[in-house]
């Protein structure tokens, strides 16, 4: 068996590899999820890259990795996170992508993608609106419910980070340009502009940072290469002593926090300067909340008009042809109707 991952897994990791997936179909942990649509792709929620995330994250400790696994797959089944992806309203999407790191349709040297976000952005609107959700129930799905779903942030925010994880990763693993094709791409580079941050920014939230960074390790673990943290003042070291207790150590790990005079030579190093946020120095003119603007090998790879170069707002997942192929259906509902619009279908080589 092939490890197909960003870094190729050692000889008794493959074992370990082997052991643990045998280990969770015996526990019916592989079975697919109950609301996935008949062709829906199983990418970024039970295929090999995501179940070596988790084993990964405990350090190849087979025991540990199988409990990660099956809590993660217990939370998005109790908080109806595959069917919300499906009926979520675009607006609520929409929203959420301004309180999160979003894919800015480029890619990091060795393929990754690059999300970004300002934190001067988390104002007190965003975090009154994550503070208030805190203390509504979780949506719950019916069938006979004809309303639009009216979800809490946390799942809102979670099947915000599904779009990365189902539907981004794969199609930056698809692409034909990139160096080590057999290795798939299960983690993306964070980019945040970090000059407004402050004591009082960093005390208002600090639930929203200790609740986001528990979702990502408990159910997106190793999702994260590199979180690079620009423009920051000499003082910001104060601010993160304060907010550090409130992340999850392993991501509080992957945090690089850079004066302005170190953010260019830095992220030169992982990422083309063109593909910088200009906001960071660089000479890309993507600005948080927008949608992606795709480089030009993504724009070609999937086929898209000439004059199009994003991706319609809302969610997208990865359905599977009876041709091998795969199309990128754009989903979520608005106006009561669920969307089902076809983006794109790309050949698998």
């Known amino acids: 068996m092939t490890v ?11 074992e370990c590899l082997e052991k643990f997936m045998d280990t969770c179909l015996q526990k019916g942990l592989l079975a697919r999820f109950e609301s996935l649509e008949l062709r829906d792709s199983c990418d970024g929620l039970l295929d090999q890259p995501t179940l070596l995330r988790f084993l990964t994250a405990r350090k190849f400790d087979h025991d540990e990795a199988v409990k990660h696994f099956e809590a993660a797959r217990k939370f998005r089944e109790e908080k109806h996170l595959i069917r919300l992806y499906d009926l979520v309203q675009i607006s609520d999407f929409e929203n ?36 208030t959700s805190r203390t509504t129930a979780y949506w719950n799905y019916s069938q006979t419910d004809t309303a ?47 000059s407004q941050i402050g004591l009082k920014m960093a005390w208002n939230a600090k639930s929203f940072a200790q609740e986001v960074s528990g979702l990502l390790s408990t159910s997106y673990p190793e999702t994260i290469e590199k979180i690079f943290v ?28 850079l004066l302005p005079s170190e ?30 603007d795709l480089e030009e090998e993504i724009h070609r790879y999937l086929g898209l008009n000439s004059k199009t170069r994003t991706l319609p707002p809302g969610p997208i ?16 509902s608005e106006a009561g109707s669920e969307r089902a619009d076809r983006i794109a279908t790309v050949e698998l080589s």
Request: net charge negative; proline share 7%.
């Open 317 to 332: 997942k990865w359905i599977e042809e009876t041709t091998g192929s795969k199309t990128a259906l754009a989903v979520g």
């Open 148 to 194: 639009p779903p009216d979800p809490h942030m946390l799942q809102l925010t979670s099947v915000f980070v599904d779009s990365i994880s189902r539907f981004v990763m794969p199609l930056c693993s698809m692409l034909p340009d990139r160096a080590g094709q057999s290795a798939s791409i299960s983690s993306s580079i964070y980019l945040a502009d970090g």
């Open 263 to 292: 953010v260019i030579p830095t992220l030169r190093e992982y990422i083309d300067e063109s593909n910088i946020p200009v906001q960071l120095g660089g000479g890309h003119s993507f600005t948080h909340g927008q949608l992606p």
């Open 4 to 14: 197909t991952n960003d870094e190729q897994a050692a000889p008794d990791q493959e």
């Open 230 to 257: 620009g423009n920051d003042k000499s003082w910001a070291t104060n601010v993160w002593r304060f907010i550090k207790p409130y992340i999850d150590p392993i991501t509080a790990q992957k945090i690089v926090f």
């Open 96 to 131: 959420t992508r301004s309180m999160f790191f979003h894919w800015t349709g480029r890619r990091g040297k060795k393929g990754h993608p690059i999300c970004f976000f300002d934190f001067d952005c988390l104002d007190k609107r965003a975090l009154a609106r994550w503070d």
